[in-house]
């Protein structure tokens, strides 16, 4: 069964600084990986994924993720914080095969970001 | 640009009560979902259609139903509403190749009491 963990419930940054939202999965075979975003009362909207080639993914807004497949992660990055990318940020897991109808979310991280 | 349109955006119902949730999409999507969002729990999967006509159970399908009968629409049925059913409910959709990004809906708002 496929599985996501995002083990911070918030992560609290300065602007200006880095920030690092973690992620990891458990899929049978091999995965696909995706990061979105949510802010207040709105749906989610899509950061970056990752399907297949280089590890690192460059996504929207100027965030990047790592796959790692040893440590089965897919961490959220960016190098410069912004007070707008105050959010909830959400992994998510599917698996990739023909099979590979559903995908599975983590529980969300809430990013804050401090002038 | 519509995308992916719910309706309603927001009900309120008595407990015993029924209402059905609409989920249209526009980008000729063949994969179509329901999940639900609450506090610390994330997204939950209640179910999935993989094309007009077919629906599937996802991780807490009980108390729901679903319906296909056109591509476009999806539709998520509450027979006999529960307070542990108020949630926020989003629909979303993608293409039929397996690494393709799902969209979603802007959320409906549900409050049974």
């Known amino acids: 069964a496929q599985s996501v963990a995002q083990p911070e419930d918030q992560v609290n940054v300065a602007e200006g600084n880095p920030l690092t939202v973690k992620c990891t999965y458990s899929?049978?075979?091999?995965?696909?990986l995706f990061w979105y975003v949510q802010y207040p009362n709105r749906g989610l909207q899509f950061l970056l994924k990752?399907?297949?080639?280089?590890?690192l993914v460059k996504g929207s807004y100027g965030f990047e993720a790592e796959f790692n497949k040893s440590q089965t992660s897919f961490h959220l990055k960016k190098p410069s914080a912004l007070v707008s990318d105050s959010a909830l940020y959400f992994c998510?897991?599917?698996?990739?095969?023909?099979?590979?109808?559903?995908?599975?979310f983590g529980a969300g991280t809430r990013l804050f970001v401090k002038a | 640009n519509a995308g992916v349109t719910q309706t309603p955006k927001f009900r309120v119902l008595k407990t015993g009560q029924s209402m059905t949730l609409l989920c249209a999409q526009d980008m000729n999507h063949e994969y179509m979902y329901w999940y639900r969002q609450d506090p610390g729990m994330g997204l939950r999967l209640i179910h999935y259609?993989?094309?007009?006509?077919?629906?599937a159970k996802g991780e807490v399908p009980d108390g729901y139903n679903v319906s296909r009968l056109k591509k476009q629409n999806f539709l998520l049925g509450l027979e006999s509403a529960a307070p542990s059913q108020t949630s926020v409910y989003f629909c979303?959709?993608?293409?039929?190749?397996?690494?393709?990004?799902?969209?979603f809906g802007e959320g409906s708002w549900l409050t049974v009491v």
């Open positions: 979303a959709s993608r293409q039929q190749s397996s690494g393709n990004t799902i969209y």
């Open positions: 998510a897991v599917r698996e990739a095969s023909t099979g590979g109808f559903k995908t599975i």
């Open positions: 899929v049978s075979g091999n995965p696909y």
């Open positions: 259609s993989v094309g007009e006509g077919t629906t």
């Open positions: 990752y399907i297949t080639g280089d590890n």
